[in-house]
């Protein structure tokens, strides 16, 4: 995309635009004001112009135009380097995208590059250029003024992620056999959260070590200690989700084994009380076999059975079948298989 933006401007106050970036520079010399420039996702070969024209470091040239830079702030000479992780919920897929952007700073000029849709950094010139007593200030309040509308837009993804872990927890108590993963979803964005959140504290320290050193203005002093204060809070709550996520995955993992001991236990009481039934009807098999077989056996109708021309035989069979079944019957009651 390349150059978005190009304006010189003198005591906060905005010039006639310049595209030409030789005439920027021209202009800024003339005119003894500030050159602030804009580039979307740049090329080397369109960031080369302005490294050239204002003398920018050959390594900031070359991390501005290389993405997934983390977070960071670096002096080169009198031109500070700054790399911001911005953030932004997207609510229709309840994630959390992450972009960047470089501030390149140095004493007559500002350098915005942009690899990503946020922030809006439109709304950040728009807003300065609302207020001229803090554009007069120079190169460090437009830096101050993409830091506050970083961590301004941090506020909307503390709200969406609160949201997410108050579902979660619903998810967790009902029982719910997707939660797990999206537990471990979730806290994959809050650690990424963290890594775009939590070098803002050691970029403030960094610039409060300069202060006395550049001569910032004492106002500027105080907003970029009101943003290092919204930076301390988006911090804290980051590390509180990712604290409470860990917690909420350990509930979890314990709800699923105890819901699995249930289970265990249902189908261990199950399979005993199939075993009472089995035994049951076993026994009870085994009683009827005893004069089935008798009976059997003697109703084979064979010629020459000697039994069968017993005048006691047929009471001793049923008395012989009565007794074997009562004596099985016994048995089993005694060993409480009945």
């Known amino acids: 995309m390349g150059l978005v933006n190009s304006a010189v401007y003198v005591d906060g106050r905005r010039l006639a635009e310049h595209t030409s970036l030789e005439r920027t520079h021209e202009v800024v010399q003339a005119k003894s004001g500030m050159a602030w420039i804009g580039l979307y996702r740049p090329t080397a070969a369109e960031v080369a112009p302005v490294a050239a024209e204002f003398g920018v470091h050959p390594l900031a040239v070359e991390d ?3 993405a997934h830079q983390r977070p960071k702030l670096e002096r ?16 229709d897929e309840e994630r959390v995208e992450f972009g960047e952007v470089h501030v390149i700073s140095g004493r007559d000029f500002v350098v915005t590059v942009r690899h990503a849709e946020s922030p809006d950094l439109g709304r950040v010139r728009r ?18 003024a993409v830091l506050d509308q970083v961590v301004d837009d941090y506020e909307p993804v503390i709200a969406g992620l609160e949201n997410d872990i108050d579902e979660i927890e619903d998810q967790v108590f009902s029982g719910d056999p997707e939660v797990s993963r999206r537990i471990y979803e979730l806290l994959r964005e809050v650690v990424e959260f ?42 804290e709550r980051a590390d509180g989700f990712r604290v409470l996520l860990q917690n909420i995955l350990t509930v979890n993992a314990t709800l699923v084994a105890q819901r699995q001991n249930e289970d265990t236990q249902r189908l261990t009481e199950a399979s005993l009380s199939q075993g009472e ?3 049951r009807i076993s026994s009870y098999a085994a009683i009827l076999f005893a ?35 009562a004596a099985l019957y016994l048995a089993f009651k005694r060993r409480d298989w009945l």
Request: hydrophobic share 50%; glycine share 6%; proline share 6%.
């Open 277 to 279: 039934q089995v035994k």
């Open 127 to 144: 807003r300065l250029e609302a207020d001229p007593e803090l554009l007069a200030l120079g190169p460090e309040a437009v830096l101050y």
């Open 76 to 91: 080169y000479g009198d031109v500070l380097f700054a790399v911001l992780r911005p953030a932004r919920y997207l609510d």
């Open 64 to 66: 501005a135009v290389t």
């Open 194 to 235: 963290q890594r775009a959140t939590q070098p803002l504290l050691g970029i403030y320290r960094y610039l409060a070590g300069g202060f006395e050193k550049y001569g910032v203005h004492l106002e500027l002093q105080r907003s970029l200690r009101d943003v290092n204060d919204h930076a301390v809070r988006v911090v």
């Open 291 to 325: 004069p089935t077989l008798v009976a059997a056996v003697y109703g084979m109708n064979f010629r020459y059975m000697p039994e069968l021309e017993w005048r006691l035989g047929y009471p001793l069979s049923l008395l012989a079948m009565v007794a074997v079944a």
